[in-house]
Protein backbone atom coordinates (compact mmCIF):
# COMPACT_ATOMS: atom_id res chain seq x y z
CA UNK A 1 0.00 0.00 0.00
CA UNK A 2 2.00 3.12 -1.42
CA UNK A 3 2.15 5.50 2.22
CA UNK A 4 2.15 9.53 0.76
CA UNK A 5 2.09 12.64 3.12
CA UNK A 6 0.07 15.70 2.10
CA UNK A 7 1.31 18.98 2.68
CA UNK A 8 -0.75 22.16 2.47
CA UNK A 9 -1.05 25.98 3.14
CA UNK A 10 -5.08 25.17 2.22
CA UNK A 11 -6.43 25.07 5.78
CA UNK A 12 -9.36 23.32 6.80
CA UNK A 13 -12.44 25.74 6.40
CA UNK A 14 -13.65 24.57 3.02
CA UNK A 15 -13.85 21.44 0.73
CA UNK A 16 -10.60 21.45 -0.57
CA UNK A 17 -8.16 19.50 1.48
CA UNK A 18 -11.12 16.29 1.07
CA UNK A 19 -10.94 17.31 -2.76
CA UNK A 20 -7.36 16.73 -3.15
CA UNK A 21 -7.47 13.13 -0.91
CA UNK A 22 -10.78 12.41 -3.49
CA UNK A 23 -8.52 13.15 -6.38
CA UNK A 24 -5.79 10.51 -5.22
CA UNK A 25 -7.79 8.05 -4.29
CA UNK A 26 -9.57 8.15 -8.08
CA UNK A 27 -5.84 7.97 -9.37
CA UNK A 28 -5.54 4.81 -6.67
CA UNK A 29 -7.40 3.92 -4.41
CA UNK A 30 -4.68 2.01 -2.44
CA UNK A 31 -2.89 5.11 -1.35
CA UNK A 32 -2.45 5.48 2.07
CA UNK A 33 -2.77 9.16 2.51
CA UNK A 34 -0.99 10.86 5.58
CA UNK A 35 -1.84 14.62 7.15
CA UNK A 36 1.40 16.44 8.00
CA UNK A 37 -0.18 20.38 7.93
CA UNK A 38 -2.59 22.06 5.94
CA UNK A 39 -1.75 24.98 8.28
CA UNK A 40 0.84 26.55 6.82
CA UNK A 41 0.48 30.07 6.64
CA UNK A 42 1.02 31.81 2.81
CA UNK A 43 3.82 32.07 1.72
CA UNK A 44 5.72 31.32 4.53
CA UNK A 45 9.10 29.71 3.54
CA UNK A 46 10.44 29.00 6.51
CA UNK A 47 7.61 27.62 8.37
CA UNK A 48 6.98 25.44 5.26
CA UNK A 49 10.52 23.78 5.59
CA UNK A 50 10.20 23.49 8.97
CA UNK A 51 7.38 21.86 9.28
CA UNK A 52 7.76 19.28 6.45
CA UNK A 53 11.67 18.20 7.34
CA UNK A 54 10.74 17.64 10.96
CA UNK A 55 8.25 15.46 9.80
CA UNK A 56 9.59 13.52 6.73
CA UNK A 57 12.44 12.38 8.39
CA UNK A 58 10.42 10.52 11.09
CA UNK A 59 8.75 8.27 7.77
CA UNK A 60 9.46 4.77 6.20
CA UNK A 61 11.90 5.19 3.51
CA UNK A 62 10.31 5.62 -0.07
CA UNK A 63 7.31 7.49 1.03
CA UNK A 64 5.72 9.87 -1.24
CA UNK A 65 5.57 13.62 -0.11
CA UNK A 66 3.37 16.10 -1.52
CA UNK A 67 3.31 19.46 -1.05
CA UNK A 68 0.67 22.01 -2.08
CA UNK A 69 2.43 24.56 -0.96
CA UNK A 70 1.96 28.13 -2.40
CA UNK A 71 1.48 26.28 -6.01
CA UNK A 72 1.24 29.60 -7.89
CA UNK A 73 3.70 31.94 -6.57
CA UNK A 74 4.19 32.35 -11.00
CA UNK A 75 2.35 30.58 -13.55
CA UNK A 76 3.18 27.10 -13.71
CA UNK A 77 5.09 24.96 -16.59
CA UNK A 78 5.43 22.07 -14.51
CA UNK A 79 6.64 20.32 -11.23
CA UNK A 80 9.23 18.79 -9.48
CA UNK A 81 9.86 15.55 -8.56
CA UNK A 82 12.89 15.07 -6.67
CA UNK A 83 13.94 11.79 -4.71
CA UNK A 84 16.70 12.55 -2.00
CA UNK A 85 17.74 10.32 0.86
CA UNK A 86 15.50 7.37 -0.45
CA UNK A 87 12.54 9.66 -0.18
CA UNK A 88 10.17 10.89 -3.03
CA UNK A 89 9.18 14.84 -3.31
CA UNK A 90 6.39 15.85 -5.49
CA UNK A 91 6.04 20.26 -5.52
CA UNK A 92 6.01 22.93 -6.83
CA UNK A 93 8.98 24.95 -8.89
CA UNK A 94 9.27 27.88 -6.23
CA UNK A 95 12.38 26.94 -3.92
CA UNK A 96 10.95 25.52 -0.62
CA UNK A 97 12.24 21.93 -2.05
CA UNK A 98 16.17 23.50 -1.01
CA UNK A 99 15.03 24.56 1.55
CA UNK A 100 13.17 21.62 3.42
CA UNK A 101 16.22 19.54 2.10
CA UNK A 102 18.47 22.08 3.45
CA UNK A 103 20.42 21.70 -0.35
CA UNK A 104 20.05 20.26 -3.85
CA UNK A 105 18.35 16.50 -3.53
CA UNK A 106 19.83 13.94 -5.61
CA UNK A 107 17.42 13.88 -8.29
CA UNK A 108 15.46 16.24 -10.24
CA UNK A 109 12.50 15.77 -12.62
CA UNK A 110 10.40 18.13 -14.41
CA UNK A 111 6.43 16.80 -14.95
CA UNK A 112 5.24 19.18 -17.63
CA UNK A 113 2.15 20.59 -16.93
CA UNK A 114 -0.81 20.66 -20.20
CA UNK A 115 -0.80 23.63 -21.74
CA UNK A 116 -4.36 23.85 -22.15
CA UNK A 117 -5.28 22.62 -18.81
CA UNK A 118 -7.11 24.88 -16.16
CA UNK A 119 -3.88 24.71 -13.56
CA UNK A 120 -5.84 24.63 -10.63
CA UNK A 121 -4.29 23.03 -7.34
CA UNK A 122 -7.06 19.91 -7.75
CA UNK A 123 -5.42 19.39 -11.77
CA UNK A 124 -1.88 19.72 -10.09
CA UNK A 125 -3.08 17.04 -7.71
CA UNK A 126 -4.16 15.13 -10.34
CA UNK A 127 -0.62 15.02 -11.95
CA UNK A 128 1.28 13.94 -9.24
CA UNK A 129 -1.17 11.68 -7.88
CA UNK A 130 -0.37 9.67 -11.60
CA UNK A 131 3.25 10.49 -11.29
CA UNK A 132 3.02 8.45 -8.01
CA UNK A 133 1.02 5.71 -9.89
CA UNK A 134 3.62 5.43 -12.04
CA UNK A 135 6.46 4.78 -9.64
CA UNK A 136 4.79 2.62 -7.63
CA UNK A 137 3.99 0.25 -10.71
CA UNK A 138 7.14 0.57 -11.28
CA UNK A 139 8.27 3.26 -13.73
CA UNK A 140 11.73 4.33 -13.92
CA UNK A 141 11.87 8.23 -12.52
CA UNK A 142 14.03 9.14 -14.88
CA UNK A 143 11.27 7.94 -17.48
CA UNK A 144 8.76 9.93 -16.15
CA UNK A 145 9.54 13.65 -17.05
CA UNK A 146 12.42 15.75 -18.00
CA UNK A 147 15.63 14.81 -16.46
CA UNK A 148 17.99 17.15 -14.79
CA UNK A 149 15.29 20.43 -15.32
CA UNK A 150 16.73 23.53 -13.61
CA UNK A 151 14.53 24.43 -10.55
CA UNK A 152 14.02 27.59 -8.80
CA UNK A 153 16.81 27.10 -5.36
CA UNK A 154 16.34 29.11 -1.97
CA UNK A 155 18.27 28.77 0.75
CA UNK A 156 17.21 27.69 4.38
CA UNK A 157 16.97 30.09 6.89
CA UNK A 158 20.45 29.89 9.03
CA UNK A 159 21.14 31.10 12.19
CA UNK A 160 23.62 34.00 12.45
CA UNK A 161 27.08 33.36 13.50
CA UNK A 162 29.68 34.88 16.01
CA UNK A 163 32.26 33.43 18.04
CA UNK A 164 30.34 34.70 21.51
CA UNK A 165 26.82 34.02 20.51
CA UNK A 166 24.13 32.84 17.91
CA UNK A 167 20.85 34.28 16.87
CA UNK A 168 18.20 32.11 15.85
CA UNK A 169 14.88 33.36 14.01
CA UNK A 170 11.41 32.12 15.35
CA UNK A 171 10.72 29.72 12.34
CA UNK A 172 7.40 28.06 14.33
CA UNK A 173 4.78 28.77 17.14
CA UNK A 174 2.86 25.51 17.95
CA UNK A 175 -0.53 25.03 19.25
CA UNK A 176 0.39 25.93 22.67
CA UNK A 177 2.47 28.65 21.74
CA UNK A 178 5.70 27.22 22.33
CA UNK A 179 7.98 29.22 20.34
CA UNK A 180 10.69 27.26 17.88
CA UNK A 181 14.15 28.38 16.65
CA UNK A 182 15.87 27.44 14.34
CA UNK A 183 19.19 26.42 16.24
CA UNK A 184 19.28 23.00 16.35
CA UNK A 185 21.32 21.30 19.25
CA UNK A 186 24.02 20.27 17.60
CA UNK A 187 24.62 23.81 16.30
CA UNK A 188 24.19 25.36 19.54
CA UNK A 189 27.02 22.83 20.96
CA UNK A 190 29.20 23.48 18.42
CA UNK A 191 28.74 27.12 18.85
CA UNK A 192 28.42 26.47 22.71
CA UNK A 193 32.37 24.78 23.30
CA UNK A 194 31.41 24.04 26.48
CA UNK A 195 30.61 27.63 27.69
CA UNK A 196 28.15 29.10 30.30
CA UNK A 197 25.62 30.70 27.83
CA UNK A 198 22.78 33.16 28.30
CA UNK A 199 19.66 32.66 26.29
CA UNK A 200 18.26 36.40 25.81
CA UNK A 201 14.64 37.39 24.18
CA UNK A 202 12.15 40.26 23.85
CA UNK A 203 15.11 42.71 25.18
CA UNK A 204 15.19 41.62 28.64
CA UNK A 205 14.45 37.99 28.91
CA UNK A 206 17.24 35.63 30.26
CA UNK A 207 17.38 31.79 30.87
CA UNK A 208 20.51 30.20 31.55
CA UNK A 209 19.89 26.70 31.20
CA UNK A 210 18.37 24.10 29.08
CA UNK A 211 15.80 21.67 30.57
CA UNK A 212 14.79 18.29 29.51
CA UNK A 213 10.91 18.38 29.76
CA UNK A 214 8.70 21.16 30.39
CA UNK A 215 8.44 19.57 33.99
CA UNK A 216 11.56 21.01 35.25
CA UNK A 217 10.20 24.28 36.33
CA UNK A 218 7.71 25.09 38.27
CA UNK A 219 4.25 26.26 36.67
CA UNK A 220 4.37 29.22 34.70
CA UNK A 221 8.51 29.75 35.07
CA UNK A 222 9.80 29.66 31.03
CA UNK A 223 12.12 27.65 30.38
CA UNK A 224 14.02 26.01 26.99
CA UNK A 225 14.36 22.77 25.94
CA UNK A 226 15.29 21.18 22.67
CA UNK A 227 11.85 19.79 20.65
CA UNK A 228 11.24 16.58 18.94
CA UNK A 229 12.88 17.70 15.85
CA UNK A 230 16.07 18.94 17.69
CA UNK A 231 15.26 22.60 17.59
CA UNK A 232 15.54 24.89 20.77
CA UNK A 233 11.98 25.75 21.98
CA UNK A 234 10.85 28.91 24.35
CA UNK A 235 8.38 27.61 26.27
CA UNK A 236 6.10 28.02 29.49
CA UNK A 237 5.33 25.40 31.62
CA UNK A 238 1.38 25.19 31.34
CA UNK A 239 1.35 28.75 29.88
CA UNK A 240 1.95 30.66 26.46
CA UNK A 241 5.27 31.62 25.38
CA UNK A 242 4.47 33.79 22.82
CA UNK A 243 1.43 35.69 23.30
CA UNK A 244 3.46 36.28 27.10
CA UNK A 245 6.50 37.25 25.40
CA UNK A 246 4.88 38.85 22.77
CA UNK A 247 6.89 36.86 20.32
CA UNK A 248 5.77 36.38 16.60
CA UNK A 249 7.30 34.44 13.77
CA UNK A 250 9.83 35.26 11.42
CA UNK A 251 8.43 36.97 7.81
CA UNK A 252 10.32 37.77 4.56
CA UNK A 253 8.58 41.02 4.56
CA UNK A 254 10.24 41.85 8.05
CA UNK A 255 13.85 41.01 6.74
CA UNK A 256 13.55 43.30 3.94
CA UNK A 257 11.94 45.93 5.70
CA UNK A 258 15.34 46.43 7.25
CA UNK A 259 14.71 50.38 9.10
CA UNK A 260 10.80 49.76 9.53
CA UNK A 261 10.66 46.53 10.73
CA UNK A 262 13.58 46.66 13.05
CA UNK A 263 12.07 47.00 16.46
CA UNK A 264 9.61 44.01 15.43
CA UNK A 265 12.79 41.98 14.37
CA UNK A 266 13.58 41.80 17.88
CA UNK A 267 10.30 40.16 18.68
CA UNK A 268 11.31 37.81 15.45
CA UNK A 269 14.53 36.91 17.33
CA UNK A 270 16.22 34.40 19.77
CA UNK A 271 20.09 35.47 21.04
CA UNK A 272 22.38 33.13 22.41
CA UNK A 273 25.08 34.53 24.14
CA UNK A 274 28.24 32.11 25.32
CA UNK A 275 30.46 33.33 28.36
Same mark, same amino acid.
Given at each position: ????? %?????????? %????????????????????????I? *??????????????????? $????????? #??????? !??? +????? /????????? /? =??? @???? !????? +????? *????????????? @???? =????????????????? &?P?? =?? &??????????????????????? #??? /???????? $????????????????????? &?????????D? @?? =???????????????? &??????????? +????? !????????????? +?????????? !?
Open positions: MPLLT %LTSDIGSQDY %LVSAVKAQLLQTNPDFNIIDISHSP *PFNYPQAAYVCRSAVKNFP $EFTYHIILV #NLFEKKP !EHL +LLAFH /NNQYFLCAD /N =GLL @TMIL !EGKPE +LVIGI *PLDKTAIKNTIYC @TEVM =GKVVNQLVNGESIKDIG &IDI =GY &IEKLHLRPLLDNQWIEGQIIFID #NFE /NVIVNITR $EQFEEQRKGRSFRIVFKRDEV &IDRISESYAV @TE =GEKLAIFNSAGYLEIA &INKGNAAGLFG +LKGFS !EKSRQSSQLMQSQ +LSYQTVRVYF !E
